[in-house]
């Protein structure tokens, strides 16, 4: 009986080291980052899926896609079965990929929305921020400089790093940032500024309770609490 419970113990703990997720990633000049970075690291869906592309005019495309946090942006699958980027974001409205939505902010690229408080959105944008050479900027002043976008110059279509010098080795970090969605699909970042100005007309109410229960911007409960009381305001 012990040998059976030590076993099924191991097993356990062998299920939970494979599912845990790397959060740093060191990556040579040169090297295909596939080869360092699983897909299911890279991706944040275990495969591609049935998605779909909502254009401002009305147009709908159909396609395979997934969200890429080495890209940080939404990949799709084109009819050569080549894996590409959209290149005619302001165009587009929205894209689905299964259940999850996203929405388009230039200089931050695809932001999936992923919870709706009676009409405001709670957008999350999960991506690699290069540590090292570039500033670890804090979330208040977190801009597109510190974003995967302001280094793809350094990735090729085949995802490979280049244009470094000899040897240098690139330190990849996970990070999630939070975004507000109003009513009008205006995306802006999750700051105290921009509740505010989405919930004008209850300002007063809502600085009290910031103030009561210290919310943190970069929490993703916290700022689920701080909507959800938001959204019971009249």
């Not at 990949?75 to 050569?80: G, I, N, T, Y």
């Not at 230039?106 to 500033?135: P, S, T």
């Not at 940032?177 to 699909?185: A, G, M, T, V, Y």
Request: aromatic letters at 12%; one cysteine or more; glycine letters at 6%.
């Amino acid at each position: 009986m012990k040998c059976w419970f030590l076993l099924f113990v191991m097993l356990i703990s062998g299920n939970a080291v494979r599912a845990q997720v790397n959060d740093i990633y060191r990556v040579k000049n040169g090297t295909d980052v596939t080869k360092v970075i699983p897909f299911e690291e890279r991706y944040q869906f275990a495969k591609f899926k049935d998605g779909r592309v909502l254009f401002r005019n009305g147009k709908i495309s159909k396609a395979m896609m997934n969200y890429s946090l080495v890209h940080g942006e939404v990949l799709f699958v084109d009819a050569k079965k080549d894996t590409l980027l959209f290149t005619d974001n302001e165009y587009i409205s929205n894209i689905v990929i299964g259940d999850a939505l996203y929405y388009y902010t230039k200089g931050h690229g695809h932001v999936h929305a992923i919870k709706d408080f009676n009409g405001v959105k709670l957008g999350k944008k999960q991506f690699l921020v290069r540590m090292g050479n570039e500033k670890y900027a804090s979330y208040e002043q977190y801009s597109s400089t510190s974003a995967i976008s302001s280094y793809t110059s350094f990735i090729n279509s085949n995802g490979n790093f280049q244009d470094l010098e000899s040897n240098v080795k690139v330190v990849l970090k996970r990070r999630s940032i939070f975004f507000l969605i109003d009513p009008n699909d205006r995306v802006m970042l999750a700051t105290r500024p921009n509740l505010l100005k989405i919930y004008t007309k209850n300002k007063r109410k809502l600085n009290a309770y910031l103030k009561e229960n210290q919310i943190s911007f970069e929490k993703e409960e916290d700022l689920k609490n701080v909507l959800e009381f938001a959204s019971r305001l009249e």
